[in-house]
């Protein structure tokens, strides 16, 4: 922690000659650390298959990693441009993964970041002054190597004038103009969503560097997998290939041993989802593959598998807190190399036929369907014990996952101490 | 090396002399209440603390989240996942570096106290004044003597002129009040002899042998090693033997050699006591009418229970003052005060032998029958016929040796009039400016029959006078009963040294053990040779061992 703090000295040093302004300590909920809204959207999937999975099954546990990424941003100062005073966010990001060692989690990486975000070139555009102000350390952008920027521990900064996803032309799009600096809800929304993409970055950062040092193990991930395959290039120039799956190869190393759960579901598909709420001895588990879907903090991609399930239909008796009908189900994402996970395939997975897809894993003879159900029993061992957390969250989330959120969670610097950069 | 960290909650602050700190995992870590603990900031700072609570945790809310984590309520179900377990440790701050009264300013790390910490404690107290008092446990080997670490008490505030006396409070049996009272004894004539003091101590034998054989030492300490470990075969704790041998070695190298110094020790008894075989050359002590003085016979004759009316007061005084060193008897006093030598002088109103005045004459009668009552109790200490015995006599006293007055069996009036009189002769000794001894310390069980709280009486009075003038005099007296509760509040006040033992959950409830903070639940749980102590020198009380004493393990 105490190069965070170091940096912060540095930064506070830049905004000072940059005229900003302290803000007033306010603590805003919502920049605490942002969580989830419940929403759900129905979109159109096909069920591929649908496995029921005694509730204690007696597997082995699989997984030895479990990743997670926190992050608090918030409003530390404000500049004035053209009359116009624009907030200047800081934010702390970390991710982390706890290993399992004889059922005790312990942690194993850790990575941080302090990003100073604002607007950079909407200002050099509202005021010429602030061509000269360029603000210290590397800037996390379009240009990539991002995981790297992170690890060297320099000071970072990025600019939300500017994506940092390419646009068609090869160039960055532009997301605030000068005249978009008056509308101040906007800026914060923008920083805000920096953020969560540069958390989202620096998750698969830390994936792939779990990847080059064991390459075997299996890893349980916080949150959807699709959002990832859309910034490989922006995390290190290997995993350019991840997007779009441009590198079936890289793709297949990376996704084989990674499932990813997803405790707010916002996608479901359009029908048949009922039969994961039946009561019955067993627990079923519809799988189904979605299209490409965005939502605000969902994605679902045809890469990956989807499973539903009512992770404790136990405790739902108990907790009253339901906010919809699916608030207990939690899905878990599995690219399909986790199941054809066959190094002839490395190559061409991604051109699998739906309809292949579907027969094999309807074949309980078949390697992948078999596959497929011990990934399921060790996801249903993981059902417990229950996490101390929200109703919601003990219906849907991993104890292990909750242990490695509450492990990086108290290394986050406070409101106060990031403020603390301008007192 | 670092076992854990300062916590700095909301929930659990920091406060100057008491903080919490967590504990890393790992079970085999082993620290327990009464632990020391070391907690040093980066740059210096170090607090030397006492492990006074303990807590495991989890992150688990209730036990709600127990149950249903358990695969709703299924014991058998065994997770992937252990969820971590937090231990909690309460450290009571005994000494902080630099001396300041202000709470840890940062997560430090906290690690076990060794021998170099623990003799931090020391510094407060002078090498000249430092007297053994018990000790630490500072390592996992409890048969290596460098694993119990020595604890002093600060003469001055033990003895005098700073503070003085010392309570003992605990379960009779269990709490081992009377080893721990002799093992004080050694200290301070180990102490006294060191510093060229003439020391001397007085235990009254209220029980059983308790201070019996006290001269049936082994020759050497091979010899004590041997005893050592054929007691702890004998009482089935063979495991004890590693650690009171360890303890007396450290205490050896303190200087506290009950062998090698050879204290002596002197018994006084009373005629026909059966347990005289157990002492060596005991001189036989008895009391004869004019070896008192006033203060003695209104202990012998009155009690809280019994308040004599004041004309009774007035005339025993006129007595007294009329007979004492003249040759009276207690018969003599019994004949004065009977009917038949009454002289009647008008109405009601006669007049008692000798003694000028004259009493209505239900007061000379009600004090006879008091008298007769007492003498008919006292047989074994009171010459009735005679007007002298062979009282106790401050001039018996050796230089730093012990001196075992026994009272085992005698009645409550005589052991009323036995202490009140040795006591009153001791100060009276002390005061004297041509002595022998310049020092006593008085060992008295069952402090709570002769200083009990509530009313007064006339042995409780000069039991309170003792121990508001014993610092001055250095007279100090070392009480000890079952339950300091119903010790008088002046006379437990007054005791600037407290020690607790084993005692009953619902006697340290009693607000008087306040001062005892957490460490109170732990009281309960106290083994045989484990003592809470609370010295003036030291912010907090202290959770510390002593060894056995060697004749208790005699063959």
Same mark, same amino acid.
């Given at each position: 922690m105490s190069i965070v703090t170091d940096r912060l000295a540095s930064l506070k040093g830049y905004l000072g000659n940059a005229g900003a302004n302290p803000l007033p300590p306010s603590d805003i909920p919502e920049e605490r650390a942002p969580d989830l809204p419940t929403a759900t959207s129905s979109s159109a999937a096909r069920e591929m298959a649908h496995v029921g999975i005694d509730p204690f099954p007696g597997a082995s546990p699989l997984f030895r990693f479990f990743v997670d990424g926190v992050q608090r941003t918030v409003p530390v100062a404000e500049v004035t441009a053209n009359n116009v005073r624009v907030p200047i966010h800081l934010s702390h990001l970390i991710v982390g993964a706890m290993e399992r060692v004889e059922r005790e989690l312990r942690p194993f990486i850790v990575q941080e970041a302090l990003v100073l975000i604002f607007p950079y070139q909407a200002l050099q555009a509202a005021d010429p002054a602030w061509s000269a102000r360029r603000p210290p350390g590397r800037e996390l952008s379009s240009s990539g190597r991002i995981y790297e920027a992170v690890k060297s521990r320099d000071l970072l900064y990025s600019d939300t004038s500017i994506t940092l996803r390419l646009g068609s032309g090869g160039r960055p799009g532009v997301l605030l103009q000068a005249g978009d600096l008056i509308r101040t809800g906007e800026v914060r929304r923008k920083a805000l969503d920096r953020a969560k993409e540069l958390l989202r970055i620096m998750e698969v950062g830390l994936v792939w560097e779990l990847r080059q040092r064991c390459p075997e193990d299996w890893i349980l991930w916080d949150g959807p997998l699709a959002p990832p395959l859309k910034y490989g290039r922006l995390v290190d120039p290997t995993l350019q290939g991840l997007e779009e799956i441009a590198r079936p190869d890289i793709a297949f190393d990376f996704l084989r041993r990674v499932i990813g759960a997803v405790k707010r579901v916002q996608i479901i598909p359009a029908g048949g989802l009922e039969v994961a709420l039946s009561s019955g001895s067993s627990l079923v588990l519809p799988i189904y593959r979605f299209g490409d879907v965005i939502e605000e903090d969902d994605a679902v991609a045809k890469e990956i598998l989807s499973a539903f399930l009512w992770l404790r239909p136990e405790l739902t008796g108990e907790i009253s807190a339901l906010w919809s009908t699916v608030s207990g189900l939690a899905r878990f994402d599995i690219p399909i190399p986790a199941v054809f996970d066959n190094p002839i395939m490395r190559d061409n997975w991604n051109t699998l036929d739906e309809n292949t897809i579907e027969a094999l894993l309807a074949n309980s003879s078949s390697t992948e369907r078999q596959r497929l159900e011990k990934l399921l029993q060790v996801i249903v061992i993981e059902r417990w014990p229950? %996490?101390? $957390?929200?109703?919601?969250?003990?219906?849907?989330?991993?104890? %292990?996952? $909750?242990?490695?959120?509450l492990w990086l969670t108290s290394q986050l610097l406070s409101v106060y101490e990031l403020r603390g950069v301008f007192s | 090396m670092a076992i854990g960290r300062v916590l700095i909650t909301q929930r659990e602050p920091a406060k100057p002399y008491?903080?919490?700190?967590?504990?890393?995992?790992?079970?085999?870590?082993?620290?327990?209440?009464?632990?020391?603990?070391?907690?040093?900031?980066?740059n210096g700072e170090k607090a030397l603390a006492l492990v006074e609570d303990m807590q495991s945790t989890s992150a688990a809310l209730d036990h709600l989240l127990e149950f249903y984590g358990s695969g709703y309520g299924n014991p058998n179900i065994n997770p992937p996942t252990r969820p971590a377990l937090i231990r909690l440790a309460k450290l009571r701050v005994l000494y902080r570096e630099p001396s300041t009264a202000s709470p840890p300013t940062g997560r430090w790390q906290v690690r076990f106290a060794q021998a170099a910490d623990v003799t931090l404690l020391a510094q407060r107290i002078p090498p000249q004044y430092r007297i053994l008092v018990g000790f630490l446990p500072v390592g996992s080997d409890q048969a290596d003597p460098a694993s119990w670490l020595p604890v002093f008490a600060h003469a001055q505030f033990l003895l005098g002129p700073e503070g003085a006396h010392v309570n003992i409070t605990g379960a009779t049996g269990l709490a081992t009040k009377s080893s721990y009272a002799l093992f004080l004894s050694y200290a301070v004539l180990a102490w006294s002899a060191a510093v060229g003091e003439q020391t001397a101590v007085v235990l009254f034998n209220v029980k059983r042998r308790d201070f019996l054989s006290l001269h049936g030492l082994p020759q050497d300490w091979n010899t004590a090693s041997q005893w050592i470990q054929q007691w702890a075969q004998r009482i089935g704790e063979p495991a004890l033997a590693d650690r009171v041998q360890a303890m007396w070695t450290q205490a050896i190298a303190q200087g506290v050699d009950p062998i090698g110094l050879q204290f002596p020790v002197k018994y006084f008894t009373y005629q026909g006591d059966p347990d005289v075989s157990f002492m060596q050359n005991p001189q036989i002590y008895?009391?004869?009418?004019?070896?008192?003085?006033?203060?003695?016979?209104?202990?012998?004759?009155?009690?809280?229970?019994?308040?004599?009316?004041?004309?009774?007061?007035?005339?025993?005084?006129a007595y007294l003052d009329a007979k004492l060193g003249q040759g009276t008897s207690f018969q003599t006093m019994e004949q004065d005060l009977s009917r038949q030598s009454l002289r009647r002088v008008q109405g009601n109103e006669v007049q008692v032998p000798g003694v000028p005045g004259s009493w209505m004459i239900g007061v000379p009668l009600a004090l006879g029958r008091r008298l007769t009552g007492f003498l008919s109790h006292a047989s074994h200490v009171v010459e009735r016929n005679n007007p002298n015995g062979r009282p106790f006599t401050f001039s018996a006293l050796q230089a730093n040796g012990l001196h075992v007055i026994q009272l085992y069996r005698l009645t409550e009036a005589e052991k009323r009039l036995v202490v009140n009189a040795v006591i009153r002769e001791l100060s009276q000794g002390l005061e004297q400016p041509s002595r022998q001894i310049n020092r006593v310390l008085v060992i008295a069980d069952e402090l709570n029959k002769y200083a009990p709280s509530g009313a007064m009486s006339p042995m409780k009075e000069q039991i309170i006078d003792i121990v508001a003038r014993g610092r001055d005099l250095q007279l100090t007296l070392i009480g000890a009963q079952q339950f300091a509760s119903q010790v008088d509040d002046q006379v437990y006040g007054n005791s600037e040294t407290k020690v607790v033992g084993y005692s009953d959950i619902s006697e340290v409830s009693n607000p008087i053990y306040k001062y005892l903070g957490d460490l109170r639940d732990q009281v309960p749980n106290l083994k045989k040779g484990q003592l809470i102590l609370k010295h003036p020198v030291y912010p907090s009380p202290l959770i510390i061992w002593f060894p056995t004493p060697l004749h208790e393990m005699r063959p």
């Open positions: 229950v %996490p101390t $957390a929200t109703a919601t969250r003990m219906l849907t989330e991993l104890f %292990p996952i $909750a242990e490695t959120e | 008491e903080f919490w700190c967590w504990l890393q995992n790992d079970p085999s870590l082993q620290v327990e209440v009464g632990t020391v603990l070391v907690a040093e900031g980066d008895s009391y004869g009418f004019d070896d008192l003085q006033r203060g003695d016979f209104e202990a012998a004759l009155f009690t809280a229970a019994y308040h004599p009316t004041d004309p009774q007061v007035i005339l025993l005084t």
